[in-house]
C-alpha cells in the first residue's frame, strides 16, 4: 500500500464475487463513498484487500484505489489466509482500522477491527444455506461477537436478532445501506406496463420463488397477459426454484433473466407495473428500495426488515403465504390508480437512503474506534 498514514483505513472486498450484487455492491459503493470523504477531509488514507478471483471487477469499479493485501482465490484458502497472513500485512501497512464486510475479520489484527453481519439467516434457518457456510460463519459470528470492536448491521431487524443470538460484548452499530440515483426522473405517473411483474434477487432458497411462481400461476390463468419476470443471477440450493419456474403451466410467460447490468435493471424497474419481492429473510432488502426509487409499487413481506426500510409504503404480505400474496398482487393490479400516492412516498423514502450518508456514518465509526 502505498503513501500508509498512522490512521489508514482497509476494507476487506475479497468476498466480493466476480458479478457483485448485493453483499457485493455494499461492498463497493462504500468504498466508491468512502475514498471521496477520505480525500475531501484528509482524514486517512484508504486501501483494500482484494482476491485473486475479484481484482479484476474491483479494478474496474473502483479504478486504482490502493490494495493492501490480495487474498488467495479459493474460498478456504482465502478464510485461512485472513486469520494467519492478513494482521501481519497490516501491521507493516500501519493500518489502524480494518473492516470486514463480510462477517470475518483478522483476529490477531492489534488495530481497531470492525465486522459487517448482512443477516443472521445461517443461524436461525442453516437449511438455506451450504452446510460448510453454516459451520464456518456461525463461528464467525461468535468470534466478531466476542473480539469485534464494532460490528456494523444494515437493519434494526438484524441489530435485534443478533442481539438475541449472540449477546456482543462490542457497539452494534445500525447502518443502512444506499441506493445508486435513477439516471432519469421518476414521477408517480410515470408509465408503465400493467401486465408486468418483476422480481430481482439471486436465487436461492430464501427468496420465495416458489410462492411467487404459485401466486403468478393463479393470476395467469385468468389474465392471459400477465407476464412475469425474475431477474437475478443462480446462487445455491435453487433446484426446488428452478422446478417451480419449469412445471408452471405458464411457462411461456416466466423469463428467467439472470444477471442483467444496471441499464437494463434500471428498465425494469422503470416499466414494471409492480415489484414483487417475497423474500422469507433479509438483513436490509436492497431492491425494495431501488425499486421504490423508480417509482415501482412494491409488495414484499411482512415482519421483516423489508417492511422497515419501505417505511409503510410497500404493500405486506406474511411468508409462506401464496393465496395471501396471489390477492395483494391482483388488488394493485386492479387499481393501479389506488397506488399514486404511495409510489410518491416511495420516492421520498427511497431519496433518504444514499452511500454518501452510508459512507458518513460508517466514516464516522472508524473515528471513534483510532
Known sequence: ?????????VLDLSAVPGRPAGVGRYGIELVRALRGLVEDERYSSLAL????????VLRRELGGIDVAAQAPRNVALRLLWEQAVLASRLRRADVSVVHGLHY?????????????????TMVDNPQWHESTKVIYFTHALRRASRGADAIVVPSMATADRLEALFSPRCRVVVIPHGISRPSVEVTASSERDDNHLLFVGTIEPRKGIEDLVAAFN??????????LTLVGQLGWKYAS?????????????IDLRGYVDDRELAQLFSTCSIFVYPSLAEGFGLPVLEAMAYGAPVITTRDSAMAEVSEGVATLVPPHAGSELADALACELDHPHDQTDRVRRGIEVARCYSWDRSARSHLELYRSLT
Not at 484487500?49 to 479484476?56: D, F, I, K, R, Y
Not at 393463479?218 to 407476464?227: D, F, G, N
Open 1 to 9: 500500500m502505498t503513501g500508509a498514514s498512522r490512521h489508514s483505513i
Open 49 to 56: 484487500v482484494n482476491s485473486g478471483a475479484n481484482w479484476m
Open 241 to 253: 426454484a428452478l422446478e417451480a419456474i419449469e412445471c408452471s403451466p405458464f411457462r411461456s410467460r
Open 218 to 227: 393463479r393470476l395467469a390463468s385468468v389474465r392471459p397477459e400477465l407476464h
Open 104 to 120: 470475518t475479520m483478522p483476529s490477531r489484527f492489534g488495530g481497531a477491527r470492525i465486522v459487517t453481519v448482512h443477516d443472521l
